[in-house]
């Protein structure tokens, strides 16, 4: 594993200067590991970041860096569904279809999305603007129907406000999700923040929406506190808890543990202590204006006015082409 | 009544809640001061005692897991945090790592100090950049405060701790396949044993814990076993994070002692969609098998969700009303076991696509008179038989709903097609698209890897 610039006999066709910043960042991706091969991931990340998907020459350069054939390297890359084979639009949009957000309304956003950019699944519109994706769970169920544009959250959506979202992406227009940065950046940026370069942004954006926050809030009003985080107020009811913010026990850990539990044996003992009911029925109003998102917790908005009300229809269906493969073609 | 009880939540209302700042104020890494006056051992001990359990789905002690390690040889040990949540309706790590970082990265420092591993990784799935862009600051920023690194607070423990980005696989959030996968290969699950205790990442002696696990031991340093064991049941002690999504007025989390009932949760939450009913939901993820109305009451620990005939899982409550139809549900989650499933055994690829194929037909009105049976056919041939748990976890689903809802199977095969409007339980109105096969439209969905 060398950290020197690749010399010329590299079979990855990349130009000196973008081979020499490649291999430059190909080393510190490896010097975080204590085996270089745990950098093939962040490597292809960064391959991406270049190239907009895993190119033939991405492929090379990896096996080059890691002493692997181009057949690893490309088994590796083909079991993760990130790394594109062909190249991506300038925005992933990722309309999860799971159980929750398609029940919830995710089903007919894709359909939405689908009939409105001319494209299915894993499709890229013409002008290289948008790859259109189903995806699984991401992780923010409470904030369903969700959309993700280049693995950024856009939460509570509606077919409108998704078709409305792609539009602005490809006027080119910055667009914030609900929770993250304050504007989505492209597929290429985005990938190389993936390949654990920050690009500074990780303080922009709000700490969490109303979901996140609707057990703390409900909490704080039974204790009385409307404390945004102030340490003296304890945010637990119950005295015989210590919240973090309290001064630590001089305890001596060690001595009479709780019986350790066996997995298996079935009990069906309660909850531990009965106490009062101290249900705050208030919960306050998202303050984060979200882009698109709903303001408020989807299930207690009303439904949207109906009605058909797609603007305009994308140009045209028809295949992606964002841009031309740039040499050979993608090696799978 | 149980109340809620913010641990982990309790920062993140604070403004800028993710800066190192804002941890310390609230009092952030006291667990770990104290703990680098402790013996590594006895810190081990502390949380056997408290008996914390793997918040990740498994349930398994976490002190106990930390205790398989070998004795030290004087070779490398590794901690690895498994960030990849993925399990649908899990949702519980992700807002904690964007609201607040410091306290996972608190927890890596103890549980490094105490098992002896001087390079902590934590895995993050790809899929959620923000997150990781918070990760990685809050690296830098206890690195520059002296909470990682060479010498940690003056004692002479070393810690780096790498954050790394998955790419897309639900297998990855499986221990092993997580470690194959952290080692640059394709993320498929291993044969255990060795456990990852024993041969983890590169062979070495490795603890693999999830986020919330982790993040729950500062607090257990700092206020000692006793606390966090006052917490919860017997058997399943402590603060858990509760995800509550669907049809419910207030989804969102709500962290609370174990031990606590989806009844009292809805109350919490406003209740179940308004003018509805609840007609099932998921005690712990799409992998444990479905509850209805009757287990409102199950208190949801270990033990007893388990006695019910479930798994506690990741608290990742789903709720679904009268409006969903169960096998459109069921068919969707196969659809994702069978793009996730890695390939690598013959039971959990094979039996996944044949039911995908099989909950396609019934859902779109297709389907034949044995098809009900092909499918429980089909489980039995996957459950314990598959390498890891995502084949069992695929049958879940499956089997529980035709347990329960065997009549609405039913109706799609005499009825020729979903006797539900999709529509009605979305949140918004709309006009499907394609009426008899609305979950269909658009092509097969997504493919295999």
Redesign the interface.
């Known amino acids: 594993m060398t950290a020197e610039p690749t010399s010329a006999r590299s079979q990855a066709r990349y130009d000196a200067e973008t081979l020499a910043s490649l291999t430059a960042d190909a080393a510190q991706i490896m010097a975080r590991y204590p085996d270089p091969r745990s950098g093939l991931l962040p490597m292809l990340h960064l391959v991406q970041s270049v190239d907009g998907y895993v190119s033939r020459d991405g492929i090379m350069f990896c096996a080059e860096q890691l002493g692997m054939t181009a057949a690893e390297v490309s088994a590796v890359a083909t079991f993760y569904t990130q790394y594109k084979r062909h190249p991506n639009g300038t925005y992933t949009v990722g309309v999860c279809t799971n159980t929750l957000c398609a029940v919830m309304g995710g089903d007919a956003i894709f359909e939405e999305l689908s009939e409105h950019l001319g494209v299915g699944h894993d499709e890229t519109t013409e002008d290289g603007a948008i790859t259109l994706e189903r995806v699984e769970c991401n992780a923010a169920c409470d904030y369903a129907p969700v959309v993700m544009v280049n693995w950024e959250f856009f939460d509570n959506q509606t077919p409108e406000s998704a078709a409305a979202l792609t539009d602005r992406l490809r006027l080119g227009e910055d667009v914030a999700p609900t929770r993250g940065a304050s504007s989505v950046c492209s597929f290429k940026r985005m990938s190389r923040v993936l390949a654990g370069f920050p690009d500074g942004r990780a303080d922009e954006g709000e700490t969490a929406g109303a979901p996140t926050l609707a057990g703390l809030r409900l909490a704080r009003a039974a204790s009385g506190s409307v404390g945004e985080g102030d340490p003296s107020s304890p945010g637990a009811p119950s005295a015989s808890v210590v919240p973090p913010s309290a001064p630590a026990r001089p305890g001596q850990p060690g001595d009479e543990g709780s019986p350790s539990p066996t997995s298996g044996a079935a009990s069906a003992s309660g909850p531990a202590a009965g106490r009062a009911p101290g249900t705050g029925e208030e919960q306050q109003e998202a303050e984060v204006p979200p882009e698109t998102g709903a303001e408020r917790s989807s299930a207690e908005r009303k439904p949207a006015a109906t009605g058909d009300e797609s603007p305009g229809r994308s140009p045209s269906g028809g295949k992606a082409d964002p841009e031309p493969e740039r040499k050979g073609r993608d090696d799978d | 009544?149980?109340?809620?009880?913010?641990?982990l939540?309790?920062?993140?209302?604070?403004?800028?809640?993710?800066?190192l700042a804002?941890y310390e104020?609230?009092?952030?890494y006291?667990?770990l001061r104290?703990a680098l006056t402790?013996e590594p051992g006895?810190?081990v001990?502390?949380v056997?005692?408290?008996?914390l359990?793997g918040r990740g789905g498994a349930?398994?002690?976490t002190g106990?897991k930390w205790g398989f390690l070998p004795p030290p040889d004087g070779g490398?040990r590794y901690l690895v945090v498994n960030a990849d949540?993925?399990?649908?309706?899990?949702?519980k790590?992700?807002?904690l790592m964007?609201?607040s970082p410091q306290h996972l990265i608190e927890g890596v420092a103890i549980t490094s100090y105490a098992i002896g591993c001087d390079?902590a990784f934590i895995y993050v799935?790809?899929?959620?950049?923000?997150v990781?862009?918070?990760l990685?600051?809050a690296v830098?920023e206890a690195r520059d405060a002296g909470y990682l690194g060479t010498d940690v607070l003056g004692s002479g423990f070393d810690l780096e701790v790498?954050?790394?980005?998955?790419?897309?696989?639900?297998i990855c959030g499986e221990e092993t396949a997580l470690l194959d996968?952290?080692?640059?290969?394709?993320?498929q699950p291993r044969l255990k044993p060795p456990f990852p205790a024993v041969a983890g990442l590169?062979a070495r002696p490795t603890v693999v814990n999830n986020v919330e696990s982790i993040a729950s031991v500062?607090?257990?340093?700092?206020?000692?076993?006793?606390?966090f064991?006052?917490?919860?049941?017997?058997?399943?002690?402590g603060h858990g994070l509760?995800?509550?999504?669907?049809?419910?007025?207030?989804?969102?989390?709500?962290?609370?002692?174990l031990?606590?009932?989806l009844r009292e949760l809805l109350?919490?939450?406003?209740g179940v969609?308004a003018g509805h009913e609840l007609k099932f939901w998921t005690p712990g993820g799409?992998s444990t098998p479905i509850f209805t109305a009757d287990q409102l009451d199950t208190?949801l620990?270990?033990?007893?969700v388990?006695?019910a005939g479930s798994m506690l899982g990741t608290r990742?409550l789903?709720i679904?009303d009268d409006t969903?139809c169960v096998v459109?549900?069921?068919s969707?989650?196969t659809d994702?076991y069978a793009?996730?499933s890695?390939g690598k055994c013959t039971p959990c690829r094979e039996g996944t696509y044949w039911l995908k194929q099989v909950l396609h037909r019934i859902e779109a009105g297709d389907g034949e008179e044995r098809d009900v049976d092909l499918l429980l056919d089909l489980c039995d041939n996957i459950l314990g038989r598959a390498f890891c748990a995502l084949g069992d976890g695929a049958t879940s689903p499956v089997t529980s709903s035709v347990e329960l809802f065997r009549d609405e199977y039913q109706a799609h095969i005499d009825g020729g097609g979903c006797p539900f409007d999709?529509?009605a339980?979305?949140?918004?109105?709309?006009?499907?698209?394609n009426r008899r096969t609305?979950?269909l439209?658009?092509?097969a969905?997504?493919g295999g890897?």
Do not use: N
């Open positions: 009544m149980t109340d809620l009880l913010p641990v939540t309790d920062t993140w209302d604070a403004e800028r809640s993710w800066k804002t104020e609230a009092g952030g006291a667990g104290k402790m006895d810190l001990q502390a056997k005692d408290s008996g359990r349930g398994f002690p106990m490398p949540e993925s399990e649908p309706g899990t949702c790590d992700i807002p964007l609201a390079h799935r790809g899929e959620v950049l923000h990781y862009r918070r990685l600051a830098t790498t954050v790394h980005a998955g790419a897309g696989a639900y996968s952290l080692e640059g290969k394709r993320g590169y500062p607090g257990i340093v700092a206020h000692g076993p006793d606390w064991s006052a917490m919860g049941t017997e058997k399943s002690s509760f995800s509550l999504s669907g049809h419910v007025t207030r989804p969102g989390q709500y962290e609370a002692p031990g606590i009932t109350d919490l939450a406003g969609r799409s208190p620990d270990y033990e007893s388990g006695a990742a789903q679904f969903t459109r549900a069921v969707r989650w994702f793009h996730e890695c999709p529509s339980s979305a949140l918004f109105e709309y006009t499907p698209r609305p979950a439209a658009g092509g969905g997504v890897h």
